[in-house]
C-alpha cells in the first residue's frame, strides 16, 4: 500500500505550523533576559527602574516578532 501523497494545502499547513513554533520559540526566550534584581530590603523599586532598558528592549522585541508573525500568517492565509 502507497503512502498517501501530501496536498499542497496540507504542505502550507504543516510549513505555517513550523514557522508558528519557530515564532513561539523566539518570544520565549526574550523573557530569559529578564531577571530580578537582587538588592537590600526597601530598594527594589530603585533597582526595577534602574533596569527600564531592558525591560523596553523586551517589550519592543516582543511586538516587532508579533507584528512579522502576524504578517506572516496573513500570508499563509492568502496562500
Known amino acids: 500500500m502507497q503512502p498517501h501523497p501530501l496536498?499542497?494545502?496540507s504542505e502550507a499547513q504543516r510549513l505555517e505550523?513550523?514557522?508558528d513554533g519557530v515564532f513561539a520559540i523566539a518570544i520565549t526566550?526574550?523573557?530569559l533576559?529578564?531577571?530580578v534584581p537582587e538588592t537590600p530590603e526597601g530598594n527594589l523599586?530603585?533597582?526595577l527602574l534602574s533596569l527600564w532598558p531592558s525591560y523596553?528592549?523586551?517589550v519592543f522585541?516582543?511586538?516587532m516578532i508579533g507584528i512579522y508573525w502576524v504578517s506572516?500568517?496573513?500570508h499563509f492565509q492568502a496562500i
Open 45 to 47: 523599586r530603585h533597582a
Open 56 to 58: 523596553f528592549g523586551y
Open 61 to 63: 522585541s516582543f511586538l
Open 72 to 74: 506572516q500568517s496573513l
Open 7 to 9: 496536498t499542497k494545502e
Open 17 to 19: 505550523a513550523f514557522s
Open 33 to 35: 533576559e529578564i531577571h
Open 29 to 31: 526566550l526574550l523573557v
